[in-house]
């Protein structure tokens, strides 16, 4: 039997099995027809995969949206707004927080730490008039440090409709039901770093899977979304070190589908790593990052991109078979470039370039095949938050609550610039909900659309 057909068979088989909710009700045939008939396995998944963005942009509901990278296949919202137009509503906020909103149906939910980070709250608001609907917290007290500029839940909530999932450190893991009742807790041990943390929660198939990272213990594990228990748990700690030290991981881990095998990608210090996220096992990894990591990897046109923080080096290499294990340093990585650019927030592939803007705001874009840096842009203003693809622009918010608006192009191309309120700051990422766009900044939750 032909070899592409048996392909496309398993590759409708895997659609037709995509939990409900990954995809918009009335898709199934669409997703059908276009794993039966593209004869190439590989594009029918990033094909898929660009259906799917599109579909599930209905919620936002991770970090980073519906598949985790920012990426929604056509343009949502406004183009314009500013602190007097498109501002369907705002609400303000306990204190400052770097978490960004998530988004389901009627509901938007925000993590906020007060009193110095002793109260770990979940906000919950009705997403057409933002009004808060309730708020749950968590008392700790004991002690637990972090940067004045990342206060503590700075981890994004993540939701599968059911429940709400959020990841507070030493103060554990929580599940919460939409009307605000406590399904589970876990104490999942302490999480001490002098700069705090920052990744967040990835639900996948019936697990919730958390980092626990950095400082001088670091921690995969997935618990079962139901019941909080302990599905499996993998020790980092070759990769841990003292609190005080400016070494260790801070990002989000990045799920992707690699054929037949399921990828869970993790940046980690000195090399970038690929975990079975049903078993914790380590698939294969790939050398050359530096101490610190804080970017979380990109996929894309057969390549994965890996870029580290504190002026590091950034790798590139080719997506391995599936078949493929240990370390492939030497037979996958194309190329390592050294840097002189402090990167914090993540970025984009969109075709043979990337996107992505360092710490101070240094905007650029480079080819993915050589590193090779092809423009830079500086915007002027401090930049954390990732950039995400919204259709054929990209949307960038700086730390002044700006959010720049430009094209994937071979040289900068500013579409719009849209500031709200002077002096308000902020280093959350948009959410994006069918016509409404969601902005935190550290004083308020804004909800944007047209007027």
Same mark, same amino acid.
């Given at each position: 039997?032909?070899?592409?057909?048996?392909?496309?068979?398993?590759?409708?088989?895997?659609?037709?099995?995509?939990?409900?909710?990954?995809?918009?009700?009335?898709?199934?045939?669409?997703?059908?027809a276009m794993a039966l008939f593209t004869g190439n396995r590989v594009v029918?998944?990033?094909?898929?995969?660009?259906?799917?963005?599109?579909?599930?942009?209905?919620?936002?509901?991770?970090?980073?949206?519906?598949?985790?990278?920012?990426?929604?296949?056509?343009?949502?919202?406004?183009?314009?707004?500013?602190?007097?137009?498109?501002?369907?509503?705002?609400?303000?906020?306990?204190?400052?927080?770097?978490?960004?909103?998530?988004?389901?149906?009627?509901?938007?939910?925000?993590?906020?730490?007060?009193?110095?980070?002793?109260?770990?709250?979940?906000?919950?608001?009705?997403?057409?008039?933002?009004?808060?609907?309730?708020?749950?917290?968590?008392?700790?007290?004991?002690?637990?440090?972090?940067?004045?500029?990342?206060?503590?839940?700075?981890?994004?909530?993540?939701?599968?409709?059911?429940?709400?999932?959020?990841?507070?450190?030493?103060?554990?893991?929580?599940?919460?039901?939409?009307?605000?009742?406590?399904?589970?807790?876990?104490?999942?041990?302490?999480f001490v770093h002098r700069w705090g943390h920052a990744s967040s929660p990835?639900?996948?198939?019936?697990?919730?899977?958390? @980092?626990?990272?950095? &400082?001088? %213990?670091?921690? $995969?594990?997935?618990? /079962?979304? !139901? +019941? *909080? #228990?302990?599905? =499996?748990?993998?020790?980092?700690?070759?990769?841990?070190?003292?609190?005080?030290?400016?070494?260790?991981?801070?990002?989000?881990?990045?799920?992707?589908?690699?054929?037949?095998?399921?990828?869970?990608?993790?940046?980690?210090?000195?090399?970038?790593?690929?975990?079975?996220?049903?078993?914790?096992?380590?698939?294969?990894?790939?050398?050359?990052?530096?101490?610190?990591?804080?970017?979380?990897?990109?996929?894309?046109?057969?390549?994965?991109?890996?870029?580290?923080?504190?002026?590091?080096?950034?790798?590139?290499?080719?997506?391995?078979?599936?078949?493929?294990?240990?370390?492939?340093?030497?037979?996958?990585?194309?190329?390592?470039?050294?840097?002189?650019?402090?990167?914090?927030?993540?970025?984009?592939?969109?075709?043979?370039? @990337?996107?992505?803007? &360092?710490? %101070?705001?240094? $905007?650029?874009?480079? /080819?993915? !095949? +050589? *590193? #090779?840096?092809? =423009?830079?842009?500086?915007?002027?203003?401090?930049?954390?938050?990732?950039?995400?693809?919204?259709?054929?622009?990209?949307?960038?918010?700086?730390?002044?609550?700006?959010?720049?608006?430009?094209?994937?192009?071979?040289?900068?191309?500013?579409?719009?610039?849209?500031?709200?309120?002077?002096?308000?700051?902020?280093?959350?990422?948009?959410?994006?909900?069918?016509?409404?766009?969601?902005?935190?900044?550290?004083?308020?939750?804004?909800?944007?659309?047209?007027?």
């Amino acid at each position: 039997m032909d070899s592409n057909l048996i392909d496309s068979a398993v590759l409708a088989w895997q659609v037709l099995n995509l939990p409900r909710g990954d995809y918009a009700e009335g898709f199934e045939p669409i997703l059908l027809a276009m794993a039966l008939f593209t004869g190439n396995r590989v594009v029918s998944l990033f094909a898929i995969a660009a259906t799917v963005a599109f579909a599930r942009g209905e919620n936002w509901p991770e970090w980073r949206g519906p598949l985790g990278d920012g990426v929604i296949a056509e343009r949502l919202g406004p183009q314009s707004w500013s602190a007097d137009s498109n501002v369907l509503w705002k609400s303000p906020l306990p204190d400052a927080g770097n978490a960004s909103p998530v988004v389901w149906g009627d509901r938007v939910f925000v993590a906020c730490a007060e009193e110095g980070g002793v109260l770990r709250s979940l906000l919950c608001f009705d997403r057409s008039t933002g009004e808060q609907l309730w708020k749950r917290s968590t008392r700790h007290e004991e002690p637990d440090p972090t940067h004045a500029t990342n206060p503590w839940c700075a981890a994004t909530p993540a939701t599968d409709g059911e429940a709400v999932y959020v990841w507070n450190g030493s103060a554990g893991a929580k599940a919460y039901d939409f009307e605000g009742n406590l399904l589970w807790h876990r104490d999942l041990g302490d999480f001490v770093h002098r700069w705090g943390h920052a990744s967040s929660p990835r639900i996948y198939k019936d697990t919730v899977i958390f @980092f626990g990272s950095p &400082g001088p %213990r670091v921690v $995969l594990a997935a618990l /079962d979304k !139901r +019941t *909080g #228990e302990t599905v =499996w748990e993998r020790s980092l700690d070759a990769v841990a070190s003292p609190p005080e030290e400016l070494h260790g991981s801070f990002v989000t881990p990045y799920l992707f589908r690699n054929e037949g095998r399921s990828e869970l990608l993790v940046p980690l210090p000195g090399y970038l790593a690929s975990f079975d996220p049903d078993t914790g096992a380590e698939w294969w990894r790939c050398d050359g990052l530096g101490r610190l990591v804080y970017t979380d990897a990109m996929v894309g046109e057969g390549m994965i991109l890996a870029f580290s923080g504190l002026r590091g080096p950034a790798i590139g290499m080719r997506i391995p078979g599936p078949d493929e294990t240990g370390n492939l340093t030497e037979s996958h990585r194309i190329w390592k470039n050294d840097t002189v650019i402090q990167r914090v927030g993540s970025g984009v592939i969109v075709g043979e370039r @990337f996107f992505l803007c &360092g710490r %101070r705001g240094e $905007l650029h874009c480079g /080819d993915i !095949r +050589t *590193g #090779e840096t092809l =423009w830079t842009e500086n915007i002027s203003e401090q930049a954390w938050s990732a950039i995400s693809r919204v259709g054929d622009y990209l949307y960038l918010t700086d730390q002044s609550s700006t959010t720049w608006i430009f094209k994937p192009s071979d040289s900068f191309e500013l579409v719009r610039k849209n500031q709200m309120e002077e002096k308000e700051r902020g280093n959350a990422t948009l959410a994006f909900y069918r016509d409404q766009l969601f902005l935190r900044t550290h004083q308020r939750l804004y909800a944007l659309g047209e007027e």
